[in-house]
């Protein structure tokens, strides 16, 4: 069995804003890319919650997303919940960038 991490390429560099977000599907999976001036950083595509919010359409705040449906506030970095504690935090994942593209370890 191979456990090697394969990095899945997402695009590149200048598809996605300093201070904005894009969905990024893969393999049926959504992921949220998001680019802000520290870097760049990915969280599980939509929230917990019943409607399943896609976490693309969240509004970005420096380090941190406003849930588009209910305003809950994330940080990106962490995925821990900022504006509400007992929330679960967000699934982050590993992203880097590498001559101009971007690639995800899944
Ligand atoms: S509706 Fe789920 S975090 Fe906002």
């Given at each position: 069995?191979?456990?090697?991490?394969?990095?899945v390429h997402?695009?590149e560099?200048e598809?996605?804003?300093i201070?904005?977000?894009?969905?990024?599907e893969?393999?049926?999976?959504?992921y949220?890319?998001?680019?802000?001036?520290?870097?760049?950083?990915?969280t599980q595509?939509?929230c917990y919650?019943e409607d399943?919010?896609?976490l693309?359409?969240a509004?970005v705040?420096g380090e941190?997303l406003?849930?588009?449906s209910?305003g809950?506030?994330?940080?990106?970095?962490s995925?821990?919940?900022?504006?509400?504690?007992?929330?679960?935090p967000?699934?982050?994942?590993?992203?880097?960038?590498?001559d101009?593209n971007i690639?995800?370890?899944?």
């Amino acid at each position: 069995m191979n456990l090697e991490i394969e990095p899945v390429h997402v695009g590149e560099e200048e598809d996605i804003d300093i201070g904005s977000v894009e969905n990024f599907e893969h393999e049926e999976i959504d992921y949220a890319i998001f680019r802000l001036e520290s870097g760049f950083f990915a969280t599980q595509g939509h929230c917990y919650c019943e409607d399943q919010t896609f976490l693309s359409e969240a509004s970005v705040e420096g380090e941190e997303l406003e849930c588009a449906s209910c305003g809950n506030t994330f940080s990106i970095v962490s995925g821990d919940p900022v504006s509400d504690l007992e929330l679960p935090p967000l699934k982050t994942y590993d992203i880097y960038e590498e001559d101009g593209n971007i690639y995800l370890n899944l």
